[in-house]
């Protein structure tokens, strides 16, 4: 069984008067990082920001991509 104390989940709600709410979700925790990687487009509503170190993958922030966060998470729990 894989020891899931690494991983955690953020899920962020912002709310804009003028747009409809903006869910960010968050697995894992990067403290330092030596690179970022964004995939999508933040205005779309539609991306992933990966948190790496050493290319190993710390955390992962996504907006309207559930399933990749979901994939994240598995990917997470196994290295830790």
């Known amino acids: ?4 104390r690494a991983a955690w989940t953020f899920n ?3 709310d804009h008067p003028i747009s409809s709410p903006l869910s960010i979700k ?3 925790h990067a403290r330092e990082w ?10 779309a509503r539609d991306c992933a920001v990966t948190h790496k170190r050493a ?6 922030a ?9 994939r994240a ?8």
């Not at 030596?34 to 205005?43: A, H, N, P, T």
């Not at 996504?62 to 979901?70: A, E, K, P």
């Open 12 to 14: 962020r709600i912002v």
């Open 34 to 43: 030596d690179s970022i990687e964004l995939s999508g487009s933040l205005v």
């Open 55 to 60: 290319g190993r993958t710390l955390a992962v």
């Open 62 to 70: 996504t907006v309207g991509r559930d399933h990749q966060n979901l």
């Open 1 to 4: 069984m894989p020891d899931l």
């Open 26 to 28: 968050y697995i894992g």
């Open 73 to 80: 998470e598995s990917v997470l729990a196994v290295n830790a």
